[in-house]
């Protein structure tokens, strides 16, 4: 009886640590790395070089890599900021993603510590639904892994994209709090409209899951050279929780970093697709 009592206890106990961990840690962990766009000029020979090297590291690491393209259908997106890039300042990004004629508009917060990340006022008002998300982004910086928390508010049905802050507001009422100047007006930033090419190249299995992998080709709009490409896979939260330890999270970032670092010749300077719109200089 005692030792069913112990039992039980453990239990509970097991059971309450993961569920606090799931109510701090982010929904999903991204692992992305940006790689040379002209590597990209054929798409399948870009794709397909990259994920030789994919399946070899994976081998290395005790994991298995199948290959399964498929693409998804191409999506517009834009940023849209003041002049001066004020949300951007304030860690903000504005996002429009339009795909078959729906649109959806989200609102992101970004930080390198998961505590301001949580309590960012992101929220979309009552009217626009309570599609809020967490995710922390895995990037290598010096052969080690950094984190870049976020915190997002998704709206699908918002009327037209917002001219100043004080519209922004009205589909964000917690952006008050960022002390942004109402009066700001809002405009696409560097006037680059992005068209993104999406390409499923297969999945790797991690030993509990099998994460499906990403190819993401941005172009600008009216081009056909791509500005830049990026390899990235997803994994839920749940998926470690299930483990109710860290050993499974360890070793997948041990294989990315590995990724990064045998794939020298791949691999762009540049660290975010988002930082590259920030910092592309147009002709006008």
């Given at each position: 009886?005692?030792?069913?009592?112990?039992?039980?206890?453990?239990?509970l106990l097991s059971c309450s640590a993961a569920m606090a961990q799931s109510?701090?840690?982010?929904?999903?962990?991204?692992?992305?790395?940006?790689?040379?766009?002209?590597?990209?000029?054929?798409?399948?020979?870009?794709?397909?070089?990259?994920?030789?090297?994919?399946?070899?590291?994976?081998?290395?690491?005790?994991?298995?890599?199948?290959?399964?393209?498929?693409?998804?259908?191409?999506?517009?997106?834009?940023?849209?900021?003041?002049?001066?890039?004020?949300?951007?300042?304030?860690?903000?990004?504005?996002?429009?993603?339009?795909?078959?004629?729906?649109?959806?508009?989200?609102?992101?917060?970004?930080?390198?510590?998961?505590?301001?990340?949580?309590?960012?006022?992101?929220?979309?008002?009552?009217?626009?639904?309570?599609?809020?998300?967490?995710?922390?982004?895995?990037?290598?910086?010096?052969?080690?892994?950094?984190?870049?928390?976020?915190?997002?508010?998704?709206?699908?049905?918002?009327?037209?994209?917002?001219?100043?802050?004080?519209?922004?507001?009205?589909?964000?009422?917690?952006?008050?709090?960022?002390?942004?100047?109402?009066?700001?007006?809002?405009?696409?930033?560097?006037?680059?409209?992005?068209?993104?090419?999406?390409?499923?190249?297969?999945?790797?299995?991690?030993?509990?899951?099998?994460?499906?992998?990403?190819?993401?080709?941005?172009?600008?709009?009216?081009?056909?050279?791509?500005?830049?490409?990026?390899?990235?896979?997803?994994?839920?939260?749940?998926?470690?929780?299930k483990r109710v330890s860290n050993r499974s999270q360890n070793l997948i970032?041990?294989?990315?970093?590995?990724?990064?670092?045998?794939?020298?010749?791949?691999?762009?300077?540049?660290?975010?697709?988002?930082?590259?719109?920030?910092?592309?200089?147009?002709?006008?």
């Amino acid at each position: 009886m005692k030792k069913l009592l112990l039992s039980v206890l453990f239990l509970l106990l097991s059971c309450s640590a993961a569920m606090a961990q799931s109510s701090t840690l982010p929904d999903s962990r991204e692992y992305k790395v940006l790689l040379k766009a002209e590597n990209f000029a054929s798409i399948r020979k870009g794709c397909e070089l990259f994920w030789e090297l994919i399946e070899k590291v994976a081998t290395d690491h005790g994991f298995t890599a199948k290959k399964t393209v498929k693409s998804s259908p191409n999506r517009e997106i834009r940023f849209i900021d003041s002049p001066d890039f004020d949300l951007n300042k304030k860690g903000f990004l504005l996002r429009i993603r339009t795909e078959k004629d729906k649109s959806e508009m989200t609102l992101k917060f970004r930080a390198s510590d998961l505590e301001s990340a949580i309590i960012a006022p992101v929220e979309p008002a009552k009217q626009y639904g309570d599609d809020v998300s967490s995710e922390v982004d895995i990037v290598v910086k010096a052969a080690t892994p950094v984190s870049i928390f976020s915190k997002s508010g998704k709206i699908k049905n918002f009327k037209r994209v917002p001219d100043t802050v004080k519209d922004l507001q009205k589909y964000y009422p917690g952006l008050a709090k960022a002390n942004i100047n109402e009066s700001f007006k809002l405009t696409t930033v560097n006037n680059i409209v992005v068209i993104e090419q999406r390409i499923l190249h297969g999945t790797i299995d991690f030993g509990f899951d099998k994460t499906k992998t990403l190819f993401s080709l941005w172009y600008v709009k009216g081009e056909s050279t791509p500005m830049v490409a990026e390899f990235s896979f997803k994994i839920k939260t749940d998926a470690y929780l299930k483990r109710v330890s860290n050993r499974s999270q360890n070793l997948i970032d041990n294989f990315f970093v590995d990724l990064v670092r045998r794939g020298k010749l791949f691999i762009s300077p540049q660290q975010t697709k988002t930082g590259m719109i920030y910092q592309y200089q147009t002709d006008d």
